[in-house]
């Protein structure tokens, strides 16, 4: 779990550290200061940098060229494609030019990031070099390969290739980039993937709820969907999924009210955006649960109720809990979950300010959000 958090050098984030965060963390902050960007850093950071993650996060930002720049080679492609989580599209090949994201140490020489807990992504130049070694079997060949960053003039004189490095810590792994699409020529990670689940803006119905059901068929699981569900339909008692068509399966809930079984798509935005949500949550433990904002499809009375079923289940099942908002309903509701209970809960509001270009955070606790509330602050 993330008790601090430092980004650099991903997208329009340059540098942004938050020196504190929650078990459940509300993020909130005007258009274009990178509150979705620090979501997919997240989930990069929670999948140890997997190379299949990026390619996804690519195709969802359209960043993918393979099929309209037929004419360029691989290398071209993929550069062009992969600029697209650095600064100002940089293609750098210096430790300065890394993506980094990781927790920060307080050290004797201040803070630090963390030397071991961090995901560093960068571009760089390898040299092949072919060499046979004869051994007591055959004749076999082994590759070593060569690295070389901006400082070194070595590399103006030789042909070169270019890799994407993924680093873990101490562990990391470069990928060739002379290939349509490296991930499909090595399926390797570097470091274990974290469970995390990641809920788009416009994941109300998603084709995976199917599966993610399975996987809490039968435990003690099924009971906090159906509570969550009954926030806006207090009549549902069963819930189950059907084959409709041939690629998806389709949610339906039975009521006790009738008897009767309707197909959840029938009830409204609200409550499958709700399905989603809680499906995600209870699917996450020991991990991270991602959601870009969240008051989508959700009106402003069941907010609030809904933020008490995060919170209690991101507590029981260990889940860290980062969330987007524009709406001030959404901060309204979360902070009435926050403070209402007697218990005393891990939630922080982050807002995102962008000034002089320059995106930096402003934290806010329990006690400083229920000021902001009582009187009637706009923060968003």
């Known amino acids: 779990m993330l008790n601090s958090l430092e980004i650099k050098n991903f997208c329009n984030l340059k540098e942004l550290k938050i020196n504190s965060l929650g078990n459940v963390n509300l993020i909130t902050g005007k258009n274009n200061t990178g509150k979705s960007t620090l979501l997919e850093a997240i989930a ?45 599209r940089n293609i750098g090949f210096g430790e300065n030019d890394s993506i980094s994201i990781g927790t920060i140490d307080n ?137 409709e068509g041939t690629r998806e399966r389709a949610a339906v809930v039975k009521s006790k009210a009738n008897n009767s079984v309707v197909p959840l798509k029938s009830m409204g935005d609200g409550i499958n955006r709700i399905l989603t949500i809680i499906l995600a949550l209870v699917n996450a433990d020991n991990g991270y649960l991602l959601i870009d904002e969240f008051e989508n499809g959700l009106h402003h009375s069941v907010q609030e109720k809904l933020w008490e079923i995060i919170f209690y289940l991101s507590k029981k099942l260990n889940v860290q809990v980062f969330a987007t908002t524009h709406s001030e309903d959404c901060i309204r509701g979360f902070e009435e979950a926050l403070n209402g209970n007697k218990d005393k809960l891990d939630g922080k509001l982050i807002r995102l300010d962008l000034k002089k270009g320059v995106i930096r955070p402003v934290e806010f606790n329990s006690e400083e959000l229920k000021i902001v509330s009582d009187g009637n602050i706009e923060i968003r």
Do not use: C, H
């Open 107 to 243: 050290t004797l020489f201040g803070e630090q990031q963390s030397n071991d807990d961090f995901v560093a992504i960068r571009f760089l130049k390898y040299l092949d070099e072919d060499k046979n070694e004869i051994n007591n079997e055959s004749n076999r060949r082994t590759i070593q390969t060569k690295l070389f960053s901006t400082n070194n003039q070595e590399s103006v004189f030789v042909d070169y290739n270019i890799g994407l490095e993924i680093r873990i810590g101490s562990s990391s792994y470069t990928f060739p980039l002379n290939r349509e699409r490296p991930y499909r020529m090595l399926l390797r990670t570097v470091g274990y993937i974290d469970n995390f689940q990641f809920i788009k803006t416009k994941n109300i119905d998603r084709d995976i709820n199917g599966k993610l059901w399975d996987n809490i068929t039968l435990s003690d699981k099924e009971a906090y969907v159906i509570d969550a569900l009954r926030i806006i339909e207090p009549e549902v008692e069963r819930i189950a999924f059907i084959e």
């Open 44 to 88: 990069i950071y929670a999948a140890k940098g997997d190379l299949n993650l990026l390619y996804q996060l690519l195709n969802e930002r359209g960043e993918n060229y393979r099929q309209t720049d037929t004419n360029k080679d691989a290398t071209e492609i993929n550069l062009k494609a992969l600029s697209s989580f650095f600064p100002n």
